[in-house]
Structures are given as C-alpha cells and as structure tokens.
C-alpha cells in the first residue's frame, strides 16, 4: 500500500471515529409534568399556555398528564378543534389520571380536557416541538422556567428513561468529510 493510500486510509478512520461521536451522541429525554407541581387542573389558574412557553421541548420528551380520572381527561386534538374546543372527534383519549404521552414529531402537538367547560376555561396547553433549530446559539433559559419533572418522579413503568440519538451539524460534517475523501 502506498503512501497516499495509508494516508486516506488514516483520515477515513480519524473523521469516522470523530463524527460518529458526534452524531450518535445519546441525548437522555426529558420528562415534563403538565402544569408542574398543579398538574392536569382547573384549579388554581394554572397558565398552560405560559407553562409550555418556558419549555424547550424535542421528539422523544415524555410528557405526563397527573389529574383526578374522576373529574378530567386528556384528549389530543386538531388544531382547528383545540382553538375551539371542540371534543367531539379527539385524535386519541386518555382517562386513567396519570398518561405519559411520548412525543415522537416535531411540531405542534394539542391536547385539552373534555369534560364541558374545561378547556373554555384554559385547561388545554399545545406543546410545540421546534422545528430543526438554526446554527445560531439558543437563548439562556428564562428565569421563570421550571425545570423538568426529574425522572425518578415518574414510576420507571410509566416514563421509561428514553435515550434517543439526535443528528444535526455532525450529520452534515459526515457528509462533507466523505465528498472530501470521495474526490481525494
């Protein structure tokens, strides 16, 4: 093998070894109690829309519902149905008082409670899932952001720990270190 073969060789492995650390860097999910320490209520003027305003919430973050099963319940929702609070058709349905709710998708996810009058009087919250975020350096979280309900809160059954690997700028750094070495 000649010199300019080894060489390739040696950078093929140096840029696989470094991106791959990158890339499949295991990002642990993180599990948020809907209205923190109030839960799933219409008592007490709990904000959900200002609660999931301070979160940061990404595909594969466990979201818990904790409610009295005799007096609500969580329906996902259609946008269209969500602005006007409307049950009659919900996407899925959750009674039990304690529904973790894995979100899988970026982007806008609706829930609300279908007992009458509970959602006109603010138990409904939209958890938005950011799209792919720009390169630009994200903002220092907001001093009146609560922090994540910690996993051990959550019965292990309920809201297993969930790693999830999460491609971004490493992705792109792989590809470009392969063009480089597909022309060399």
């Not at 860097?25 to 008592?43: L, M, N, Q, R, S």
């Not at 990404?58 to 904790?66: H, R």
């Not at 829930?111 to 009458?116: A, E, Q, R, T």
């Amino acid at each position: 093998m000649g010199f300019a073969a080894e060489r390739a060789v040696a950078v093929t492995a140096a840029v696989f070894v470094v991106v791959m650390t990158m890339v499949l860097e295991p990002a642990v999910a993180a599990v948020y109690k809907v209205g923190d320490a109030a839960g799933w209520t219409t008592i007490g003027g709990v904000d959900y829309k200002q609660w999931a305003a301070t979160k940061t919430f990404q595909p594969g973050d466990v979201i818990v519902f904790e409610y009295n099963a005799k007096f609500h319940n969580v329906m996902r929702v259609t946008h269209g149905m969500y602005k006007s609070c409307n049950v009659s058709d919900p996407i899925e349905t959750h009674s039990s008082g304690n529904d973790t709710i894995t979100i899988q998708t970026r982007g806008h996810h609706f829930f609300l409670c279908g007992v009458p009058g509970h959602c006109q009087a603010g138990q409904k919250v939209d958890i938005n899932v950011q799209r792919l975020a720009s390169t630009t350096v994200a903002p220092e979280p907001s001093a009146l952001a609560s922090p994540a309900v910690p996993l051990a809160h959550t019965p292990a059954t309920q809201a297993p720990k969930a790693t999830a690997p999460r491609l971004g700028a490493g992705f792109w750094l792989l590809l470009s270190a392969l063009s480089v070495l597909a022309i060399a």
